[in-house]
């Protein structure tokens, strides 16, 4: 990769705050920060955190470290409640603090590195990473990946594009979008605001060609409107990812922008990402896989193997089979080679017997103009076990709650079977998504 950056050293590999940054640039404060990493006596194998977003250091760091053999350990400040106690798990023995203004602050913690998990890398002199699972309950996952493994998928050449950050620093898929970048001689544009405004803004101003996102996203463009403002010409691809897709605005996004192809991605913490294919930019069937990577469907659920699999946990027993798959967790359907996406087997509302899926009813609920956002989930019901219930953003402030949920329970009706109807409906003022741009849902109080 390094060999790489020689090669496009004159051509822009960072855009940030609108100043760009060349591959020669790039290159330079990968030096000059291995000169740093050894004046801090960080030998291979040490394990360090980079708590940042996506900028010209956190970059040049994060390779500087790989190219040096540590183990990169990246946090995000959305998940700053939790640093300490990231830190503390993955037994990081430095802590890079960068700033808004790309400042640093250097920390040296009290933690000893033993994992056995670490061992298997120091054993062969790997780079790694740990990535921690976004749950919104409970501790954590600590995923530990070697990065030579990772980066073996971006030995092939594949499109040069322009590209914005909008997965996060500590996301695996924002990991694997700037890797992609880096080893095709693309060009990374890394934004801090990420509402549709502001990144709308910078596609038409950075001449963007490809937009990493999330179905929560989508919608919010389209609620927002501010697709109306910018010129968008240059956008080629859109993939979203990270949760189920609505197809309802799915459909509407496709008509409103049919020059750019919308492809579904897939990826987990524990595995990668894996290469896809959708159907057409307006299905929600899509091929997974790649040579790196083996499915199988087992009882409904979606099963991965490959070389490219995380080493383990640090903080959890492992969660492969016996003969080396990942359970997903994930529920799909099957038409050849094609596979669709049903939501999380946890997920699931089992209604005395038949199961909904909230995606599905989410979707015809998006269908309806007085609906902004809505998230579908299980509810108790001591007959039937579960019902399903719904909590709605109105995208109008002034509305009759009463009237609304009565059109929203008839329009289901008209829709949907009966049994995946919402039984209860709660309109909300607050946002149903999380700072990832990712829909929350939760179970019944």
């Not at 801090?192 to 490809?210: G, Q, T």
């Not at 697709?227 to 197809?247: A, F, R, V």
């Not at 309806?368 to 956002?373: G, H, K, P, W």
Request: hydrophobic share 40%; with cysteine.
């Amino acid at each position: 990769m390094l060999d790489r950056f020689e090669e496009y050293r004159t051509e822009e590999a960072i855009v940030w705050s609108d100043q760009a940054f060349t591959y020669g640039w790039l290159l330079n404060r990968i030096r000059e920060w291995d000169g740093v990493l050894a004046d801090e006596n960080l030998v291979p194998g040490s394990v360090v955190a980079i708590e940042a977003d996506f900028s010209p250091t956190s970059i040049a760091l994060f390779l500087a470290l790989t190219n040096r053999r540590c183990i990169s350990v990246p946090l995000t400040e959305s998940t700053d409640v939790k640093n300490d106690e990231c830190k503390s798990i993955a037994q990081c023995g430095m802590s890079f603090h960068i700033g808004a203004d790309d400042r640093v602050s250097i920390e040296r913690l009290s933690h000893k590195a033993d994992h056995e998990l670490y061992r298997a890398l120091w054993d062969e002199c790997n780079p790694g990473l740990v990535v921690f699972s976004s749950g919104s309950t409970g501790q954590s996952k600590a995923a530990v990946h070697n990065l030579t493994a990772l980066l073996k998928k971006f030995e092939v050449r594949r499109q040069k594009l322009r590209s914005i950050t909008f997965l996060l620093f500590d996301h695996l898929g924002g990991i694997n979008t700037l890797l992609y970048q880096l080893s095709n001689g693309g060009c990374t544009i890394a934004l801090s605001d990420r509402s549709p405004s502001s990144v709308l803004a910078a596609v038409e101003a950075h001449n963007v060609e490809l937009l990493p996102t999330s179905p929560t996203f989508f919608n919010l463009i389209l609620l927002s409107g501010a697709h109306k403002n910018h010129d968008l010409s240059s956008l080629k691809i859109m993939t979203y990812g990270t949760e189920p897709m609505q197809e309802s605005v799915l459909k509407r996004f496709h008509a409103l922008f049919p020059w750019i192809r919308l492809q579904q991605t897939y990826g987990v913490s524990e595995m990668g990402v894996l290469r896809t294919k959708s159907k057409s930019s307006d299905s929600l069937w899509v091929k997974i896989g790649g040579k790196e990577f083996k499915t199988r469907i087992v009882d409904g659920i979606l099963q991965i193997k490959s070389q490219s699999a995380m080493l383990g946990y640090l903080n959890h027993p492992s969660p492969f089979t016996e003969d080396g798959w990942f359970s997903s967790g994930d529920r799909v359907e099957v038409d050849g080679e094609y596979i669709r996406f049903l939501g999380r087997e946890s997920e699931i509302i089992n209604v005395g017997g038949e199961k909904v899926y909230p995606a599905e009813v989410e979707s015809v609920l998006k269908e309806l103009e007085e609906v902004a956002e809505v998230a579908v989930y299980a509810g108790e019901n001591p007959i039937v076990g579960s019902v399903v219930c719904a909590d709605v953003l109105p995208s109008e402030e002034e509305y009759d709650p009463k009237m609304l949920i009565r059109k929203i329970k008839k329009y289901c009706a008209s829709r949907l079977q009966l049994y995946k109807v919402p039984a209860k409906v709660k309109i909300v003022q607050e946002r149903l998504h999380g700072e990832r741009f990712k829909l929350m849902r939760r179970r019944e109080e």
